[in-house]
């Protein structure tokens, strides 16, 4: 079908596969549509706000869950606050070196390539810039009955995309992409929407993020038993 688009939210907001957007078209997930050669478009006003901003603080993919105020927004669906609309599956439509923090939760799992994301997170950062990314754990109830989830991971995945910063004793093969991020950290994230789990998961998330050991540990050993939600991951560029 043309022109239409599939949204899928998960997290914060509400499941709403196959939301109707702000202009009433129904939505399918851009990341169904290959090569859907979507131009971006800048909302009036972004591309001076950007000139003019300090510090450039961009959150990919978030819908209508914006974290922050003062941040440039990014999603293939042109809901009421965001600020460029894209499909980031096309490249991130920003300068290189012009990003000092790049945000993201609960998108990375739908990017055609994770790794060609990953290098163009890497490209628009400018050097020491940080990327905060939250993903769905590979335990978690959602991760693989949600039909629209494209990439996959697990405490180990961000090990691929450094050549020098590994906290874990677990080694990863190298697949020869040149992206070298600091790894500056990594936490496995405890969630359930009944009220006592919720709780009894973040006493059992304080003491597994105590050392990476324990990460690795209880990952391996017990994680098929209670799963960890997500993974919270803060990455640098050197
Ligand atoms: C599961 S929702 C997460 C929304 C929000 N970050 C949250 O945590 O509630 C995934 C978001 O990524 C957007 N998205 C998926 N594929 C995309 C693409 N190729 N380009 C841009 N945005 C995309 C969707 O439109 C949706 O807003």
């Known amino acids: 079908m043309?022109?239409?688009?599939?949204?899928?939210?998960?997290?914060?907001?509400?499941?709403?596969?196959?939301?109707?957007?702000?202009?009433?078209?129904?939505?399918?997930?851009c990341s169904f549509q290959e090569g859907s050669n979507m131009r971006p478009v800048f909302k009036e006003g972004i591309k001076e706000r950007l000139a003019t901003l300090s510090f450039v603080r961009v959150e990919l993919g978030c819908?209508?869950?914006?974290?922050?105020?003062?941040?440039?927004?990014?999603?293939?669906?042109?809901?009421?606050?965001?600020?460029?609309?894209?499909?980031?599956?096309?490249?991130?439509p920003l300068g290189d070196s012009s990003v000092d923090e790049v945000r993201s939760s609960h998108f990375l799992e739908h990017v055609a390539d994770l790794a060609t994301f990953m290098g163009e997170t890497y490209r628009v950062l400018k050097s020491g810039g940080r990327a905060?990314?939250?993903?769905?754990?590979?335990?978690?109830p959602y991760f693989y009955s949600d039909y629209t989830h494209r990439a996959f991971f697990g405490l180990y995945t961000f090990h691929y995309f450094s050549q020098t910063s590994r906290p874990f004793k677990r080694e990863?093969?190298?697949?020869?992409?040149?992206?070298?991020?600091?790894?500056?950290?990594?936490?496995?994230?405890?969630k359930s929407p009944f009220p006592w789990r919720n709780k009894l998961r973040k006493y059992l998330?304080?003491?597994?993020?105590?050392?990476?050991?324990?990460?690795?540990?209880?990952?391996?050993?017990?994680?098929?038993?209670i799963p960890p939600y997500e993974i919270r991951v803060e990455l640098l560029k050197p």
């Open 132 to 140: 905060v990314h939250v993903v769905p754990h590979f335990g978690n």
């Open 2 to 29: 043309p022109g239409t688009r599939l949204v899928a939210f998960q997290g914060a907001a509400p499941l709403g596969h196959g939301t109707v957007s702000a202009t009433g078209e129904k939505q399918l997930c």
């Open 172 to 190: 990863v093969p190298s697949y020869y992409n040149e992206l070298d991020f600091t790894i500056d950290s990594i936490r496995l994230v405890f």
């Open 63 to 92: 819908g209508p869950n914006r974290e922050f105020e003062d941040s440039v927004t990014l999603d293939c669906v042109d809901l009421a606050g965001i600020d460029i609309v894209a499909d980031l599956d096309d490249g991130i």
């Open 205 to 225: 998330e304080a003491v597994v993020n105590y050392r990476p050991w324990m990460q690795e540990f209880y990952e391996e050993n017990l994680g098929y038993i």
